[in-house]
């Protein structure tokens, strides 16, 4: 039997990196209503203990389930994902959920030396649930983890201000480049959603070119295959796309940040 659901999508980040997923899912889906989620007073996400992580999220999903009966969730966040998908889709019906997990496997069908890198923040890094995917789908790689904890404020910081500090982006991403003599590093996993905006001055300040892979699109696209069903809540004068911050006052440029992608912002209180 066929599902009947209906609601918006519902993307969800703890700051401005899930804009990156909603980029392209407007491309593939553009005329659903979106609700933006930032929990942008927890940023960054990467740095939290998991269990007191673990306890928030559940606790913000399932206020923002209740109030909002989205059609579906997208977690554009992998450091939210890699701890908290599996235990989110047992405690609320698990169909709504689409999640982002980093690149691994196209990362390692794709690169010709077998010099892989997966950039992400310190919390994905240690994830049970990145390991896993290395070991299922890249165990003939040599996958170098980097964790940045300043990479995401960076880009946070980018995307208010226009400004980026090259020097630490490059000292950011250095470890990244592994070079053995006659193989060297080919490919990078951008595994946090906020550095797609980054992506250029990364280019600009690497050793070396390689390929960098990140999952927005990916995601668009899998959400786009489980919404066949779906009667999403279409976008329309007097119910437009919402951003919601966690935080009870988003800064005035993240306010005009988020009208630019054409989202008006609501304060969202978790007291
Ligand atoms: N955008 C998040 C991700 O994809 C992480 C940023 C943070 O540390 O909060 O992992």
Known sequence: MSETRSGSVLI????????SVLKELRIILPSVRYIYVADDAAFPYGAWDEEALLGRMTKLFGRLIEKHRPGMIVIGCNTASTLAIDHLRQQFPSEIFVGTVPAVKPAAER??????SILATPGTVKRQYTRNLIRQYASKCHVRLVGSDKLAELAENYMRTGYVDEGAVATEIAPCFVDKGDKRT??????CT???FLVNRMRKTAPWPV???DTCEAIARRTL????????EQRKPGLGDLALFTSDRPAPEIIRLMGGFGLAVEPYSLK
């Open 211 to 213: 390929d960098w892979i």
């Open 111 to 116: 690169t010709r030396s077998g010099l892989v």
């Open 186 to 191: 080919d490919i990078i996993v951008l595994a």
């Open 225 to 232: 295959t489980l919404a066949q069903d779906i009667d999403f």
């Open 194 to 196: 906020h550095y797609p």
């Open 12 to 19: 969800f980040d703890s700051g401005i990196g899930g804009l």
